[in-house]
């Protein structure tokens, strides 16, 4: 199963690599310019591109999850694990909007309106709103939990796949802190973590 989970991600990550090819192709002479289109600089290679370009929609998808827990009236244990990852989620995205504009990518969501593996969508945010009590915990401790797995799985095809230096650095330590996050939130289902009370007991459905 591991094996045929990576070699997936590994498709998904070279799907993407397309897709930024296809992005930096010259535009018809008889098209009008869009600022929004911007074709990455000559040094972004493709790999790297398509792996930040995805990061940064993931990340900015789940912490718009993550700030629910704030409101909503979820256990202590739990809207205090939300809120630490919440944190680490936003210095993240900090750093990642650094390294797109470095390597002279646009601003943009070439991805918006598909549903990639692992990100949270428009319409888990919508039942979020929607939902309080278990159900949101449950979806909330569902959507995080896949939306770390499967951001873990893709960076750690872009340290092999990608060519940068930086964007491989910037992949393989987000791969070192998310296996960090995911062992914090098994601690947390558990009921091991110490630093809050009331333990939160995980959907028995969705083992982590």
Known sequence: MPTRRATALLLLLTVLTGCAREGG???DPGSVPSRTTA????SADPTDSAWVQLMIPMDEQAVALLDMAAEKPAGPRLRAWAARLRTEQVAELA?????RTRMGLPDTDPH????????VTAEDLRNARASGGA????LLVTQIHDHLRQSEQVSRSETTAGSGAEARARARELVAVRGKQLASLTSLCAGRAADVPEPFACPSDHPV
């Open 25 to 27: 192709r010259e535009a």
């Open 39 to 42: 074709a990455p600089s000559p």
């Open 95 to 99: 750093e990642l909007r650094g390294l």
């Open 112 to 119: 918006e309106g598909h549903d990639m593996p692992g990100m």
């Open 135 to 138: 159900a949101f915990d449950r």
